[in-house]
């Protein structure tokens, strides 16, 4: 005979602990439209904000996968999970799955505990910008460059402009303030579970082997499995999806074709590819 209860929604289920799962994943960078949303505080906020609202849940279960990316909006979405398991007193146990670094590895240390799988990457607990000088293409093609400006250090790092010394001084500047403060954030969420390793602070990245051993991975494992062992074999996984968008509901006049603001967005999803691509290539993925 079968009971009542075994057929209740395991969120009414006394014998059953449901766990809120939020996948976060991919390049951090504000902005982003409905053709490809980026990872930021603005996609993530939602999210977060349903998944700490189960009050009968003991924790809140993050995967992570991300190559990094603004260090401002990975600093705002660690905040805000950080605030939210303070105010509504909840574990936050993250799960790296490809990769953590950078900004993304920022995001990691919101959680409690931090788990990987053994081929994961971590780490790279740096600052980079990067771009590129056009002097020689334009001078080859015969374009005058005309640049007017109000204020001597407007048109610093211009790419069209000969690279200058206390430009790039100014640049490294701002860099090792950034730096920083995300060296900083990790010593105050790691504590004195990270080694004393002269190349943890220098940007290299690490297996998730070797980031358990130097302190920035707790334990090896995966989400299921872990959950599994923690909370026994009647846990229920509840991951915690966004709301659907308007592509996923009839639009009038989407067949007739498509306005000038969709294709602008078409076009900054195509240059939003270009920069998560080059970010996820630094590790090998």
Known sequence: MVSFT??????????????????????????????????????????????????????????????????????????????????????????????????????????????????????????????????????????????????ENKSLLDPFKPEKAEDVARLKELQLEIHKVFIDLVKQSRGARLKDDPELFTGQFWTGIRGKELGLVDDLGDLRSTLRARYGDKVKLRLVSPQRGFLGRRVPGVAAGLSAGALAGIAEAGLNVIDERALWARYGL
Not at 32 to 60: E, H, S, Y
Not at 80 to 109: P, T
């Open 6 to 151: 075994s057929i209740l929604p395991a969120r009414f289920r006394k014998d059953v602990t449901v766990i809120p799962v939020v996948r976060l994943s991919g390049a951090i960078m504000s902005g982003g439209n409905q053709f490809r949303p980026n990872l930021n505080i603005a996609t993530a906020a939602p999210l977060l904000a349903r998944a700490f609202d189960d009050k009968k849940a003991p924790a809140v279960a993050i995967m992570l996968n991300s190559p990094g990316g603004s260090p401002v909006q990975s600093r705002l979405i660690y905040k805000r999970i950080r605030d939210l398991a303070e105010e509504k007193n909840k574990k936050v146990l993250v799960f790296v799955e490809d990769v953590a670094a950078s900004g993304g590895y920022m995001i990691a240390c919101a959680g409690d505990e931090i788990f990987a799988d053994p081929s994961s990457v971590v780490g790279s607990i740096g600052v980079i910008s990067a771009g590129f000088g056009f002097t020689g293409l334009i001078d080859k093609i015969g374009v005058e460059r005309r640049v007017y400006t109000a204020g």
